[in-house]
């Protein structure tokens, strides 16, 4: 008797963990994906993200069920072409780029928005296709801060600033502002009612339910966490009244989202150390025509939501560097860090490889052209790669790096006409040779792992000379989220030259695992 008890006990407990693991578990998405804008449309729903100093820019994701996202497109490639964007004379766009996007449907058309500190200017994407494009780009001076796009009725607005929030009506297709609009002032102190603030409210996010008019910011309480406010109206002029509406973990900053079956849920993120700005999602209900977010203000541990089936490979992926006819020449997972330098990659010159060329000597890894970029993710990861290095010249350094401020590289230097793994570390805030070890052959295989368990935020870098025995190198890295960058920590694959041009390293592949 006691045995079958036993037994039913197990088969219980085995049937409530799948059971429970059968649902979405927050976070939704433990991946650098902040500042997101969302919307439905039929049973699809689409997410646009910030990736700042990434080209191409503003990603576009889609899912059927709230939970697995696939990257569709971007945009644009490129906001500019500027020292600032393309890594030219000492200057860079670390931290700033684009910022914050808006994503609409309006009439048959897409609307994605965005702005950017660098160029000073407001950008409108528009297409008839979100996936497949193409698509008209428009472009304006003010860069409107953290903006949202709304259509009302036969007007289009802009509501954007932080603390004194501001509207300005557009010319009927968004292309620019109206003939003769000025801003008005829309909430003179959007952030009252989270008290006094470190951060003043910003990252507007405007919706319309049931006839009401519902604005998200976020804001900053000092001594407190991220908080959403929200304001309403019956109007959008107002007035509006406004309350703290979320106020847990710090996950804020977002809006909202309904599914077909009339069920709604509020998309918001939360800073989770060195992996970045992850997304969280929490169940909203309504009472007395507002929307109340969470279970007992809390973030859920799981919502009825189907459970994700994993990252890869639709927002991060391995790649052998094959392509058959007519693929893109990287997918969309990947992202340069500013403008690339098209002439010095080729997936070509050496079928199945990434070549990486050198042009131009430089002194900082953080100003070295064409370093090709996926997000880490956690809890934990790895990504791998095989480097044939025989073609490097004197002072040339490629390989693979973990990439924030305080970076990390794992890679191959030709020093005195000889081949050397090295490990460097800007644990200190510059960059430290930790370890240097002798390489006899022409190929090595290298590797970088990340645990960001409860922010245990740390690296280490291995090398291999057979793919099997894999030795670690160097120190670990302590990752750390630097405002400089702005953001989560991601796996780049490298060469620059240092002392001559003209050399190049190939990559025969990228992988990338969930394991460390």
Not at 12 to 37: G, L, R, W, Y
Not at 93 to 106: E, M, P, Q, V
Not at 352 to 358: D, I, N
Not at 382 to 405: I, N, P, R, T
Request: positive net charge.
């Amino acid at each position: 008797m006691l045995k079958k008890i036993i037994t039913s006990f197990f088969l219980f407990t085995s049937f409530c963990t799948e059971a429970q693991s059968e649902k979405a578990q927050n976070p939704i998405i433990f991946a650098d994906v902040p500042d997101m804008s969302m919307i439905r449309v039929g049973d699809t729903y689409y997410m646009s993200s910030t990736t700042m100093h990434m080209v191409p820019n503003v990603p576009i994701m889609k899912s059927k069920d709230l939970v697995n996202w696939q990257l569709v497109s971007y945009p644009i490639d490129t906001l500019a072409t500027i020292d600032e964007l393309n890594l030219t004379n000492g200057k860079s766009t670390y931290g700033r780029g684009s910022w914050a996007s808006s994503l609409r449907f309006h009439q048959g058309t897409y609307y994605v928005t965005t702005f950017a500190q660098t160029t000073n200017k407001t950008y409108v994407f528009t297409s008839k296709n979100i996936e497949k494009g193409p698509w008209k780009v428009h472009s304006f001076s003010p860069s409107y801060h953290d903006h949202t796009l709304f259509f009302d009725d036969d007007k289009v607005y802009l509501i954007y600033g932080g603390g004194k929030l501001n509207i300005i009506e557009l010319k009927s297709d968004a292309s620019g502002v109206k003939e003769g609009a000025i801003p008005q002032v829309l909430i003179e102190n959007a952030s009252a009612p989270a008290g006094t603030v470190g951060l003043p409210s910003e990252g507007s996010q405007l919706f319309k339910v049931n006839g009401k008019y519902y604005l998200f910011n976020i804001a900053w309480p000092k001594g407190g966490m991220r908080t959403v406010v929200v304001h309403r109206a019956d109007k959008i002029t107002g007035p509006w009244e406004g309350k703290v509406a979320f106020q847990d973990k710090g996950v804020a900053q977002g809006g909202l989202i309904d599914t077909p079956d009339g069920r709604w849920f509020s998309y918001l993120f939360r800073d989770y150390g060195a992996v970045g700005r992850i997304p969280y999602w929490v169940p909203v209900t309504w009472e007395n025509g507002w929307p109340v977010l969470g279970e007992n203000g809390k973030v859920s541990a799981t919502l009825n939501l189907p459970a994700s089936k994993g990252l890869i490979p639709y927002l991060v992926n391995s790649d052998e560097f094959t392509r058959k006819k007519g693929e893109l020449s990287f997918p969309l997972v990947w992202q340069w860090n500013h403008n690339p330098d098209n002439k010095l990659w080729s997936l070509t010159e050496r079928k199945g490889f990434l070549r990486l060329k050198t042009a131009r000597i430089d002194t900082s890894y953080l100003q070295a052209k064409n370093t090709l970029t996926q997000r880490t993710f956690g809890p934990t990861c790895s990504g791998e790669v095989l480097v044939d290095v025989s073609q490097l010249k004197e002072g040339d350094f490629a390989g693979l790096s973990l990439l924030q401020k305080i970076y990390g590289q794992v890679g191959v230097k030709i020093k005195n006409g000889k081949k050397v793994i090295s490990m460097i570390s800007a644990n200190t805030g510059k960059p430290v040779v930790i370890e240097e070890v002798a390489l006899s052959q022409n190929q090595v295989y290298l590797k970088a792992s990340c645990d960001f368990t409860e922010l245990k935020d740390t690296a280490e870098f291995f090398y291999s000379l057979d793919g099997k025995s894999w030795t670690k190198i160097g120190e670990p890295l302590k990752m750390k989220y630097t405002l400089p960058h702005f953001m989560g920590y991601r796996f780049g694959l490298f060469n620059y030259a240092t002392k001559e041009i003209g050399g190049y390293a190939d990559f025969d592949y990228f992988r990338i695992s969930k394991d460390l």
